[in-house]
């Protein structure tokens, strides 16, 4: 559920895997206008779903629609993946941190915490996600810069060490001896403006993540590559993400194979 959602690949990869491992079932796209997601949501059971996964600009206000939380949807504060119980009651959780890091070790195996600070742009659902598992795998340094100033300092105080907002006004500069910097906002998204962020202050050993997937190489990557900066596209994200809600709904994990980004890659 999206809105809007014609970008997604998700029925990509879950059918995919639906037909490698011969289950009965499909995965489809919903277009979901945000003031309907209670109605949406409501009506998984009813309709036979198994579960959905929610995408922009669903992912916070889920929260409030969802029977159960886990710990790791409940921390970070949003939800990407809802799973129908046995008597219709939803449980929320939260894959999009299990498939951040998966990516980044997969792109980029030789990336530490300790290595130094992350740059984080955006603050919405994915920037939540993000925070908590970089947070969470050890790195001592997050700054947080948004649009919305705002934003950024309620995450940071929700959060706390070592989350620290900086005004967006500052994202150039925040750069500096950073040893990550990662883009969850839509900008360079296909429709969008590109990011606007000079790259000149980051060091050149520092990793560039982007997770938009659509380009699969923004003007971020392109730019980051072109000065020797290692990176990380958001297809890896998307790919790995998708293994616990399908292993969820269907009672296997899945594995992120050649031939799965093949199928992906060739919608890209």
């Not at 790259?199 to 050993?205: C, N, R, T």
Request: charged share 15%; proline share 6%; glycine share 10%.
């Amino acid at each position: 559920m999206g809105w809007p959602i014609s970008h997604s690949r998700s029925p990509v990869i879950h059918g995919h895997w639906i037909k490698q491992l011969g289950l009965r079932g499909t995965y489809v796209p919903l277009a979901v206008n945000p003031v309907l997601l209670p109605q949406a949501l409501g009506g998984l059971s009813a309709l036979g779903f198994a579960g959905c996964n929610l995408t922009l600009p669903h992912k916070v206000d889920a929260l409030a629609h969802v029977t159960q939380l886990d710990d790791v949807a409940r921390q970070i504060g949003a939800v990407n993946t809802v799973i129908v119980n046995p008597d219709g009651s939803l449980r929320g959780t939260n894959t999009d941190a299990f498939g951040y890091i998966q990516s980044l070790h997969e792109a980029q195996p030789d990336w530490q915490a300790a290595q130094g600070a992350a740059v984080v742009l955006g603050a919405g659902g994915a920037a939540r996600a993000i925070v908590w598992a970089l947070a969470d795998a050890g790195v001592k340094d997050i700054r947080l810069l948004n649009r919305s100033r705002d934003k950024a300092d309620a995450l940071a105080s929700e959060f706390g060490s070592p989350v620290h907002a900086y005004p967006w006004e500052q994202r150039h500069d925040a750069l500096s001896d950073a040893a990550l910097l990662v883009n969850t906002t839509t900008q360079g998204m296909q429709g969008q403006p590109v990011l606007d962020i000079d790259l000149a202050k980051l060091p050149v050993h520092a990793v560039v993540s982007d997770i938009v997937y659509t380009p699969l190489q923004t003007d971020l990557l392109m730019r980051a590559h072109h000065r020797g900066n290692p990176t990380v596209n958001g297809l890896g994200m998307l790919l790995h993400q998708a293994r616990p809600g399908f292993a969820a709904w269907f009672g296997v994990m899945p594995d992120v194979t050649p031939a799965l980004w093949q199928a992906v890659m060739s919608t890209l």
